[in-house]
């Protein structure tokens, strides 16, 4: 009995429970993992820190460590390392030129002692390289023509540069000479993309003189930078015509008519626009002149001006004269000879003395013009060949008109010759182009700068109407 109650005392239930539960282990230790990136430029190393530590900011050594980058939106594994006896590991990776692809972040899966973590994604900051943008290409470039400028985008250090830059043009003049204005202020042409050596090139066709710049607007990784200004004279297709210094300047001035378009001459031939019709109407023609508006036609054509360049002109003549019209202007283009200008003489306002569009003003600019339903100069009453649509004045202030009161509208050019803009021989270039087109020199030296289409009112009208117009030039 004895025995079994030193038993029963030996299994108690306390002793039972002890037996049964026992310790459970420590919990593993809060751990704090950071990681740093130091700056750098694109190309070249960064170093990268991990730190696991204790919250008691003790070093966690040997801890097996996952770096990861994130490129092209994913994350992917850099290296598996581990920290030394300081808690701390260090690696290197190149950056990239996106700061999009250099983030970075690390994890710690832990150990029995302790616990897992992971730290946030940083950012390696790019250092920035310094951008250099050159825009090359010729200096000068004849008009009409075109010109390739070349880009080149790099670093100081040599490193190529891909990506857009803007293409800057300021104009330096709308011409050579009188009437010539200035650009105010840059203006962006294009973008371009540069490839990936860092190049690219723009071809264009400057009408005027132009200044031209290109503008890198800089990336993460490189700075921006603009280029020196490259500066293109534009050059006038043919020499300009030199006068000389004794030579009155015409007493109207009118502006340089816009460049030639299209290729060559190109002329085109149309009836009278209601633009055109309306400003003729109450100037070149009003009511009683003997040709419609049915009758004519406008010829839109390119002529060489005294400045070399090409300009865009306009003459109204008849159905049956345009052709002549039309082929000599072309012969006198082809063979270079220059015109002052070409504007219809409406653009000249009315004549009370004139009863039509005011030919004074027009010789006076040294105008070149076909029809004017009007009287013969400085003889009222007589109307003028011009009335019929059948005439052409060609570059009245060099070739002036012996008109019953004297000469107009200068007397200077009349004993002066010009080998391309004055003529007082038949022999001349000018003469010979228009005589084999189909016209008359019907004056000669009495009216050098008149022109007659054959077949129509030329010498035969001047005889008929010599009494009339008092034995002189009816112009």
Known sequence: ????????????????????????????????????????????????????????????????????????????????????????????????????????RASYDGDEAHAASTSGAVVAALARREGVVRLSGPTTVVDGRRVTMRVLSRTRSGETVRGDVRVLRRLDGTGKGKGRTRGKAWREVRTLATGGKGKARITVRPRVDTRWRVVSPGQEWVSRD?????????????????????????????????????????????????????????????????????????????????DGYRHRGEIVASVGAMPTMRRALVGMFKAELPIRSM????????????????????????????????????????????????????????????????????????????????WRSRDHRVVQILTRAGFRWTYGNGDTQHFDVGGGHGRAMAALRARRCGGVACD
């Open 1 to 104: 009995m004895g025995t079994l109650c030193l038993l029963a005392a030996l299994v108690s239930p306390v002793s039972l429970a002890a037996a049964e539960e026992p310790d459970a282990p420590p919990e593993p230790a809060p751990t704090a993992l950071s990681l740093t990136a130091t700056r750098a430029y694109a190309g070249t190393d960064t170093t990268i820190t991990v730190s696991v530590l204790t919250d008691a900011e003790e070093p966690v050594g040997e801890a097996p460590v996952t770096i990861e980058r994130r490129v092209g939106g994913e994350w992917r594994v850099v290296t598996d390392t581990v920290t030394g006896e300081d808690g701390t590991v260090e690696v290197e990776r190149t950056l990239f030129r996106s700061s999009d692809d250099n983030r970075f």
């Open 226 to 306: 603009r280029s020196e200004v490259l500066r293109i004279d534009n050059l006038p297709p043919v020499a300009p015509v030199r006068l000389p210094k004794a030579a009155p300047s015409p007493r109207v001035h009118v502006p340089q008519q816009r460049r030639g378009t299209g290729k060559g001459a190109h002329p085109v031939v149309t009836g009278i626009p209601d633009g055109v019709w309306g400003s003729m109407t109450g100037r070149s023609w009003h009511a009683g002149c003997p040709v419609g508006r049915a009758g004519l036609r406008l010829l839109r054509i390119n002529y060489w001006g005294y």
């Open 343 to 422: 504007y219809r003489v409406d653009r000249f306002g009315w004549s009370a003395r004139l009863q039509g569009a005011d030919d004074y003003r027009s010789m006076a600019a040294g105008n070149t013009s076909a029809f004017n339903c009007r009287q013969v100069v400085n003889r009222p009453g007589v109307r003028s060949p011009h009335s019929y649509g059948r005439s052409l004045d060609v570059n009245t202030w060099e070739n002036p008109y012996r008109s019953p009161t004297g000469l107009v509208p200068n007397a200077w050019w009349q004993s002066h010759s010009h080998p391309r803009v004055a």
